[in-house]
């Protein structure tokens, strides 16, 4: 069970290059997100997904987008990167909250989080 | 929108407690915290319902006040093993599987 992994752990861009930055886990997870960290900013909440098929937008969604067509992959897309992208990013996924049969209510396993510097 | 957690940052020496506050100017259904040591993803510590009793987990428990908006992270008799930033989390309740991080408090444990 190799819970929520993330790939690449590190990658440098250039200005307008794109990317995708790779989510999976094998919890069978209905819900997951992807976060982004900066210093003294915390974790911020940019696209979240409550089942394959079902996106939306968290705190910061411009310049980033997500699709989920299966349950256990959660990719996040750079279309034209920036400096301002420059950050760690965390994907993390959970449990339904109305499946009572598994554990505490949004309970976040994260990933091991991609460093992504963008020049 | 974000919680706001306050100390920023605490030295403490072994041994000492530490109180870390996150508010919120929302309804809270649920507050989590976690932890995250240097380099490393953050870590679920527990979960706060809304209606629900004190959390507790050795010399770490947690408070949830409803009518305040806010909890409280309790660190009693600190150690070495609990420095690294600690972040709360907040669930408004009104859009399923969403979670809004605070900035973080950053806990320094000295010997």
């Known amino acids: 069970n190799a819970g929520v992994t993330q790939t690449p752990k590190f990658q440098v861009l250039k200005t307008g290059q794109s990317m995708t930055l790779q ?4 919890m069978n997870h209905e819900y997951m997100s992807w976060y982004r960290q900066d210093p003294g ?9 409550v089942g394959a098929g079902i996106t939306d937008q968290g705190e910061v969604p411009n310049g980033y987008n997500v699709s989920r067509s299966t349950t256990e992959d959660f990719p996040l897309r750079l279309l034209s990167a ?16 109305y499946s009572t049969s598994q554990g505490p209510y949004l309970t976040q396993y994260f990933g091991p989080g991609t460093r992504l510097l963008v020049l | 929108q974000q919680p706001v957690q306050s100390p920023q940052a605490v030295i403490l020496r072994e041994g000492e407690d530490a109180v870390i ?10 507050v989590h915290w976690y932890r995250q040591k240097h380099g490393e993803a953050p870590v679920f510590l527990m979960i ?13 428990s ?15 008799a600190s150690q070495l093993s ?25 806990l320094s444990v000295k010997p």
Request: charge should be negative.
């Open chain 2, 82 to 106: 609990y420095s690294g930033t600690y972040f709360c989390g907040t669930d408004y309740g009104d859009e399923g599987g969403k979670l809004i991080f605070g900035q973080g408090t950053e």
């Open chain 2, 48 to 60: 706060l319902l809304k209606g629900g009793e004190q959390k507790g987990h050795e010399k770490i």
């Open chain 1, 82 to 97: 920036a400096p301002s992208q420059t950050s760690v990013y965390f994907c993390a996924s959970s449990y339904d909250p």
């Open chain 2, 21 to 30: 506050n996150c508010s919120s100017s929302k309804a809270l259904y649920s």
């Open chain 1, 41 to 49: 900013m915390g974790l911020r909440l940019i696209h979240y997904s």
């Open chain 2, 62 to 76: 947690a408070s949830f006040n409803e009518k305040k908006q806010q909890s409280s992270l309790y660190l009693t």
């Open chain 1, 23 to 26: 989510c999976a886990q094998d």
